[in-house]
Every structure is written in structure tokens, then in C-alpha cells.
């Protein structure tokens, strides 16, 4: 495991699609700051200069790759334990949620050519920014407003980087985090709105499922969602 910090940089996912070909699997890229972070459809990802921990992690092992669709939900399981907090849930498929606010945003993203040569998963967790000015659809929380504490970054950064890298090295040897998953799953049961063959539809939720998409009910038929946003505020 290889890490890299910036004080500030374009975007720690943009750096790793540049530069993956000469760097090692599971290198870490860290910023203090992002010029032009994102977010999952191209939004800005804004955040306070040092305030939050923003971070990309590349992977280039074909038996991780070939596990895609099911490292976005661990990553933000692996985050969960790692902060070991209370009323902490997974809003499949890439954010963290505290109560009904949201504390961390991960976006996967593949670099392919024939084929996929490797995935970057980009991670924003709120720390210790205290106030959150703009419009968000959900009002954002961070760590110091849910403990009213100032967190070390870097024992936090640390921290965070090796519960990662511990559950990945599991996924490699068919570890199945299903069960430990689905008892932070925030969605489940819930009405929501999803794009359902490029028509918004409202959808109930039952749950992630075992290949970790998303089990929904619509119109009456159960289908699993792959992939896609479902949010429970209307387009």
C-alpha cells in the first residue's frame, strides 16, 4: 500500500486515471484541497481547504476488478466501521449517511481500454468542516457536527486507509460482507425515485441484495438495479 498527499490538486480520481500505468495497486492519493472534485453525474464535490479527508484509491488487481459492482458499498462499509459511530447507514450505492444527512460521497470510476485495466474509487468523508453554504438536496453533516469534536486527520486519514485495504484483501480471498452490509442499509423499505428505463419512476425498496444491487419493487415486479441514482427527492 502506497500513499500520496497533495496540498492541492485538480481531483485525486483524475491524478490516478493519468498516472495509473507507472503506479502500484492500492496506491492512496490524498489532498487537503480539490480544485475540481466530483461527485457521482459530473457535480462539483465541495469542501473546506484541510477540513475533510479526500482521497482516491486505484486498483488494478483482476480479481478486485472483476469484483466491481460490489466495492463502492464496502468501501463505505469499511469507512463505517472504521468511525465506529452510532446511526451510521449505507445509501446504496456510494454514500454514508448520518440519520438522514449525508456524511460521505465515493464514486467508482473504470479506466478501460479492451478491457477494464483498472478502478478508482474516489471517497469524500466530511471531518471538520462545520458549516455547509449552497444548495444540496440533503443538508450535509460532517464529523465534528455529529461528536462536536475536532478529528486528527492524518490518524483518521490512517485509519480509514487500512480498514480498506483489510476488507479488500478479504474480498480477494471471497470473503462475502453481505450479511455484516445489509444491516446498515439506509434505503431499505423506503419509497424513492430511480431512473427505470430513462423514465423517473417511484420505487419501493427492498434492500440490497446479495450480489449488492439494489432489490426494488416496481410496478408491481421485482427487479434489481446494477447501477444508477435513486434518490428520495424527485428529479
Known sequence: MKT???????STNTYLKKNYEKLDNFTFVSADFQSAGRGRNNRNWKSEKGENLLFSLLIKDKTLI?????????????????????????????????????????????????????????????????EFVGEYKRTPTSLYK?????????????KIFNQIYSDFMKVKEAYDFYNDIKEYDYLK???VYADINNEVKQIKVIGIDKDYSLKVLNDNELINLSSGEVTLVKY
Request: glycine share 4%; net charge neutral; proline share 1%.
Open 4 to 10: 500520496i498527499h497533495f496540498e492541492t490538486i485538480d
Open 66 to 130: 472483476d469484483k466491481f459492482s460490489s466495492l463502492s458499498v464496502i468501501s463505505a462499509f469499511s469507512i463505517i466501521k472504521a468511525l465506529n459511530l452510532k446511526h451510521l447507514s449505507i445509501k446504496w450505492p456510494n454514500d454514508i449517511y448520518y440519520k438522514d444527512s449525508k456524511l460521505c460521497g465515493i464514486l467508482l470510476e473504470a479506466v478501460t481500454r479492451n478491457e477494464i485495466e483498472c478502478l478508482i474509487i474516489g471517497i469524500g468523508l466530511n471531518v471538520n468542516q462545520r
Open 146 to 158: 455529529i461528536t462536536n469534536q475536532t478529528q486528527d486527520m492524518r490518524l483518521l486519514k490512517d
Open 189 to 191: 423499505d423506503r419509497q
